[in-house]
């Protein structure tokens, strides 16, 4: 069984930098998955904002791009996410996703899911 | 970019009832991803769950009454009998998520 854990700065001040590693345990983040990362300001839906492949090839989200990168460390089994210049609109809780691989149909759907982080943007 | 639009925004049922969801894409996918498409479900303070994948695959440990369908730009999540752990919020995802339908207890 697949198990991630997120990690970093419950607050982080307004212009500044958000920094989140997620750690993965029961499986490889070089096994053929995409590691993702979601976010959910509080009390509104779901938003994706983007992976990374074991290849180090990355996907984001086209209204974060400017501000998003996400990184792995495969000798630690973790990946991070760095979003800069954020702003009271990205306090959210930040959860850490794996999108697994399904065979029927060769789709990537999140299958995975790390309990979730909440953070505060605020000076 | 194709956007998903959840349909009612909130649903208020009895345990017992049958519950029918609504997810509308913006456009039609390519035949390739024409069965791309997956329901979560999310219950305060936890992270989402993999309900259905591929519009209607159950994943692993879902039960029965959990069923989707549709094609094209219309796709619904059909909960036949609702047990009071299904009150929740649903969320359908092709690539983006929709915006949820809240399933409560009326």
């Known amino acids: 069984q697949v198990h991630l854990q997120e990690s970093g700065p419950g607050l982080v001040k307004p212009s500044g930098t958000l920094s989140l590693t997620c750690a993965v345990s029961g499986g490889s983040i070089s096994s053929s998955n995409w590691w993702s990362w979601v976010r959910q300001p509080p009390g509104k839906g779901l938003e994706w904002i983007g992976e990374?492949?074991?290849?180090?090839?990355?996907n984001y989200n086209p209204s974060l791009k400017s501000r998003v990168t996400i990184s792995m460390d495969n000798s630690k089994n973790q990946f991070s996410l760095n979003l800069s210049s954020v702003t009271a609109a990205d306090t959210a809780v930040y959860y850490c996703a794996r999108k697994g691989f399904f065979l029927g149909s060769g789709h990537y759907y999140f299958d995975f899911w790390g309990q979730g982080t909440l953070v505060t943007v605020s000076s | 970019e194709i956007v998903l639009t959840q349909s009612p925004g909130t649903l208020s049922l009895s345990p017992g009832e049958r519950a029918t969801l609504s997810c509308r894409a913006s456009?039609?996918?390519?035949?390739?991803?024409?069965?791309?498409l997956a329901w979560y479900q999310q219950k305060p303070g936890q992270a989402p769950r993999l309900l259905i994948y591929d519009v209607s695959s159950r994943a692993t440990g879902i039960p029965a009454r959990f069923s989707g369908s549709g094609s094209g730009t219309d796709f619904t999540l059909t909960i036949s009998r609702l047990e009071p752990e299904d009150f929740a919020v649903y969320y359908c995802q092709q690539g983006s998520f929709g915006g949820g339908t809240k399933v409560e207890i009326k």
């Open positions: 990374i492949y074991h290849s180090g090839s990355t």
């Open positions: 456009q039609s996918v390519s035949s390739v991803l024409s069965s791309y």
